[in-house]
């Protein structure tokens, strides 16, 4: 039996804008990742990127991006991000360490993942 910690990638391409899905997802990864026995990685997708920016006041969940998206990501996990994405450039300072993939890195991580979960 491996002792490999199960890996759970958690997919966000809902508009925070207009839905309370990628809070809900933000939480659910901060609660998953301080368990500490699962290996959790955030990719956004399109607007999702947004809750990784510097001014998340006018997404829907506010308060979730800001108190537990930094629970949820770490220094060699970074959330993962669209790259080429317009919503890149409109970050600012994101307060969370983020990594630009494409597609085929997307796959890659799926494929490594034990669970992939979509909001």
């Known amino acids: 039996m491996s002792d490999a910690k199960p890996r759970v990638l958690i ?8 839905s309370h899905r990628p809070s809900e997802a933000v939480r659910i990864a901060a609660g998953v990742a301080a368990w500490k026995k699962v290996d959790v990685r955030i990719y956004l997708h399109g607007s999702a990127i947004r809750v990784a920016g510097e001014w998340v006041d006018e997404l829907i969940g506010e308060d979730d991006f800001v108190r537990y998206l930094p629970i949820a990501v770490s220094a ?8 080429g994405a317009r919503e890149l450039a409109e970050l600012g300072d994101s307060p969370v360490a983020i990594l630009p993939i494409d597609d085929a890195e997307l796959a890659r991580f799926c494929a490594r993942s034990t669970n992939v979960l979509r909001f």
Not at 76 to 83: G, R, W
């Open 11 to 18: 997919l966000v391409t809902s508009d925070p804008r207009k």
């Open 76 to 83: 060699d996990s970074p959330v993962l991000v669209q790259a």
